[in-house]
């Protein structure tokens, strides 16, 4: 499903005195299948964009059209629940959202409220609840009987049983383990993969950026500073301090290499394997060092 | 709709009324409720009126946000109006209307104690609108300070509802949270029938519950953690000043309520 904001300002507390415009003129394209990484300070309007993916926040100027649904600034829109059963959001920590008794029904209650029957839901519960790496014996227990991590998992399999066509991620593994973090970010690129899901992750962590997305959107000050691949956006790293941002560590070290070696690397490498092969090549080829 | 919402909220201004002294205000405001019941006629209402709308006018708090603020207020204050008008049976039959008696007497209590209730809650959300918790609870903890003399807890009060007034922001941010993240998971709070509606509470009170309780727990260490032990023997950092402008509003409303009492029949 394809999602695309144009050129989109939102007002927070319009007509009061706190009134603040936390994002102007935005502008993003989302094809269907896309993996997309928005980085950018606190404050940016990182967040802001986010919740206009799936309709919690109705733009103050512009129109956010999410598959064949138009959301217009300055008129009534109905129906957005359809809308919000294709687009899942992870919020950052959803753990605070869970309520339920039990674990299953806590992830059963997504599904159910868009109309999947019991029986349904519960399967999509197992399912789900595997993709997030967990045991099903803990289907009968108490949420709030987990520990932090575990509660994460089962927060965010809340979002997959619902199988939406789009999934948003808020900066989910904050405050994770190196670990969980991995496997979490993992199994996110493993989904959008199998199930061609198209993803959209809001994140500080270049890392993350760089070893998962296919598009970059950079946002400072509430407005798109710029937009492109990874390849792109790491390749003036300049740009990116300016704005008080940081490359990934590869980049940093490629950088780094070519700057007292006075070597000369053909492009920006993104993975340390690629830098390592790139790097072992130009040795075999003996260039001086 | 959260946004909305004024009660407990400062807007900072460069205003007279934001550089008084708390303790003023909360004295007058104290006064201020005593006095308006001195109010039995229309001249007297007009003096609370104008007297009301003097101190707004003051304060610099753009009347447009205060109106958007009190909105919701304003239907208590309707249906307190309408209650008057309904169940006072006294004085001569203004209308029929079916089988309902309008009476005089109905009409104007509902007029008076409506625009009481108005001006009350005018008065007091100036108040919090014009001061930060803190001053108010520092305020409160120096003019109930005699009553510590019979042992009454003034500090612990006075901690509890800066600790209070300080989280409110807090919370409601946090229902906002919690609310997107379970309108996204296809709870429907603003539509669909009262039944469900209700039901779609829950998923917003738990959270809101375990997360308050987590916090007070994480406050409570944090401020074992730097050494707090109750009120005794401690000092502040913001001294409150009494100034000019303090006693200039004291005396004001002195002349308001002699005023009140001159025209009061």
Same mark, same amino acid.
């Not at chain 1, 094809?31 to 940016?44: K, M």
């Not at chain 1, 959803?94 to 519960?122: C, Y």
């Not at chain 2, 304060?59 to 009190?70: E, H, K, V």
């Given at each position: ?40 300070? =606190? ?14 926040? @109705? ?37 605070? !959202? ?66 939406? +066509? ?6 989910? =593994? ?25 993803? &959209? ?16 959107? &950079? ?26 941002? +940081?490359?990934?560590?590869? @980049?940093?070290? !490629? ?35 | ?31 201020? @409720? ?93 108040? =919090? ?52 993240? !379970? ?61 000019? @402008? ?20």
């Amino acid at each position: 499903m394809d999602i695309s904001l144009s050129h989109v300002d939102y007002r927070y507390q319009a007509n009061t005195p706190f009134e603040r415009l936390a994002i102007q003129d935005v502008s993003i394209d989302i094809p269907s299948g896309t993996y997309l990484a928005i980085i950018g300070h =606190t404050g940016s309007g990182k967040s802001t964009v986010l919740q206009h993916l799936n309709a919690l926040l @109705v733009p103050s100027e512009g129109t956010v059209a999410i598959g064949d649904k138009e959301i217009k600034a300055h008129q009534k829109n109905k129906d957005l629940r359809k809308v919000r059963q294709r687009v899942g959001i992870v919020f950052q920590f959803p753990e605070h !959202q869970l309520f339920e008794e039990t674990v299953e029904k806590d992830i059963i209650f997504g599904p159910m409220n868009f109309g999947v029957t019991e029986a349904d839901a519960k399967k999509r519960a197992r399912v789900a609840l595997k993709q997030v790496g967990l045991a099903e014996e803990i289907l009968e227990k108490s949420p709030f009987d987990l520990s932090g991590g575990q509660m994460r998992r089962v927060a965010i399999a809340g979002v997959l049983a619902m199988e939406p +066509d789009v999934i948003v991620l808020d900066e989910p =593994t904050a405050g994770l383990d190196p670990r969980g973090r991995k496997e979490i970010m993992d199994m996110f690129y493993q989904l959008h993969q199998e199930r061609q899901l198209s993803t &959209i992750l809001v994140t500080h962590s270049m890392e993350d950026a760089a070893r998962y997305a296919d598009q970059i959107v &950079i946002m400072q000050h509430g407005k798109v500073a710029k937009k492109g691949t990874p390849e792109e956006i790491f390749s003036s790293p300049g740009e990116l301090v300016q704005m008080g941002l +940081d490359v990934p560590e590869v @980049v940093r070290f !490629q950088l780094k290499l070519e700057e007292k070696w006075g070597m000369n690397f053909e492009q920006i490498y993104l993975s340390i394997e690629q830098l390592s092969s790139a790097f072992a090549n130009k040795l075999k080829r003996g260039v001086r060092l | 709709m959260m946004e909305k919402m004024i009660f407990g909220r400062y807007v900072p201004a460069d205003s007279l009324v934001h550089k008084m002294d708390p303790r003023s205000k909360l004295t007058i405001i104290f006064l201020f @409720v005593c006095v308006i019941f001195l109010a039995n006629n229309w001249q007297t209402y007009a003096i609370i009126g104008i007297y009301t709308f003097f101190m707004i006018g003051l304060s610099r708090i753009p009347a447009r946000f205060l109106y958007g603020g009190l909105k919701p207020v304003l239907w208590l204050v309707i249906f307190t109006f309408l209650l008057q008008i309904f169940f006072t049976r006294e004085g001569t039959v203004l209308f029929h209307l079916g089988p309902l008696k309008i009476y005089e007497e109905g009409m104007k209590m509902g007029f008076y104690i409506s625009f009481r209730f108005f001006f009350l809650i005018l008065m007091t959300s100036l108040l =919090t609108l014009t001061t930060t918790p803190i001053e108010i609870t520092d305020g409160l903890e120096t003019l109930l300070g005699p009553l510590k003399k019979v042992r009454f807890p003034v500090h612990e009060m006075a901690l509890m509802m800066s600790i209070s007034l300080r989280f409110i922001p807090t919370l409601m941010q946090e229902t906002d949270k919690i609310m997107k993240a !379970q309108i996204a998971r296809g709870v429907e709070f603003a539509s669909g029938p009262v039944k469900e509606r209700i039901k779609a509470i829950i998923p917003l009170l738990i959270p809101l519950f375990v997360s308050s309780f987590k916090r007070a727990e994480e406050l409570a260490i944090a401020m074992e953690a730097r050494g707090y032990r109750g009120g005794e023997g401690r000092t502040k950092y913001r001294q409150l000043s009494w100034k000019m @402008v303090d006693t200039l509003q004291l005396v004001f409303l002195a002349i308001i309520t002699v005023l009140l009492i001159l025209f009061r029949s």
